[in-house]
């Protein structure tokens, strides 16, 4: 394989601000050694890059690789019991009141080996990679002792050794009280910042700090010294805000200058104000929106009128949103959220970047990016989110590498 060649023929979706997604036609990608050097129309192609191996998509549609920004796709166990309790009335926190909820899944995940672990990751993963996803974030949380939360984002990272995907990373220690755990909250996350989160940091494990907050699970006051800890160790924040009630986190989202305040059905306009003046996305989850069967919207009209970049994903998890597609997610993101089509593929891409911290090398097709590419057999990008569960990828390109989808031997 050269390490320089150009993608022709191909119909351009670069998913960048000015452009969003109209399509160029005839548009050439010119590639050196997995990042983008150039593109454009064809006949624009500068003609130094005439001489690069020309590598044909036949008129294929090519959008930047999909970015599921916020998933818990490492968990051991299953809880589809609780979906079955709660189709007779149960609901989520009466659920986590009898025992079930999160700390079922830490049982079950500090139960199961690593390689368990992986194996079931990797098939989740693998239903995202068929979608055109290039890259994914991956919560710890499910472990909630120093050895299980290393043993999940040990379990992340090697997702990345065996498939064809960048993973990033998220420390989500504060995600519920430990079982049986005798002292407070306080003294929990007191260990979180003097012992588990350095030492996972240190180990090159976190690439975020994530927390729970929610009136069922910590509070803001709760988590500011974690934050701190945080910061000091210079690592960016994520929060799980305003989900089930309204607990103050797009505030402390905002109050940390966090990459991303996620969820926000009960956030109101005040706090979006907040969040636009931080610059931190709003990361909307309507798969857990949908499994939880809620009737309060998040802010939609209020993040666009603030400016708040919105981002998509699946928060794949055992609980409240078992959702492995990032498509699927795009389509309810637009049916019970009220999305355009066009924000739906920005979050999923350009501001799913952004919520990462990675919108300098990834999320649009521009040159200076990475070569994270998705090649799709469809005629407009609306056909990505239309359609449910047939995904449309002819095949994708992580760093430039072509990945076939599973089980297609056509090219
Ligand atoms: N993300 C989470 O981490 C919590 N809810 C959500 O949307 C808890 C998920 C769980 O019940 O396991
Ligand atoms: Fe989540």
Known sequence: MSARFRLTEVRLVSMEETTGETIVEDAVIAIDRGWIRWAGPASALPPDLLDWEPRSVEGRLVTPGLIDCHTHLVHGGSRAHEFAARLKGATYASIAQAGGGIRSTVFATR?????????????????????????????????LDWASEAKMLRTARRLAEHRSVRVVTSFLGAHALPPNHSGSPEDYLLSLRERVLPALKQAGLVDAVDAYCESIAFSAVQLRPLFDTARELGLPIRIHADQISDAGGARLAAEYGALSADHLEFTTEDDVRELARAGTVAVLLPGAYYTLRQTQLPPIDALRRHGVPMAVATDDNPGTSPLSSLLIALNMACTLFGLTTEEALAGATRHAARALGLHAELGTIAAGKRADLAVWDVDAPIELIYRMGSSPLAWSLVGGERRPRTGRDRP
């Open 111 to 143: 139960a199961a080996s690593e390689e368990t672990l992986l194996r079931d990751a990797l098939r989740r993963l693998d239903a995202r990679l068929d979608e055109g996803v290039t890259t994914v974030e991956v919560k710890s949380g499910y472990g």
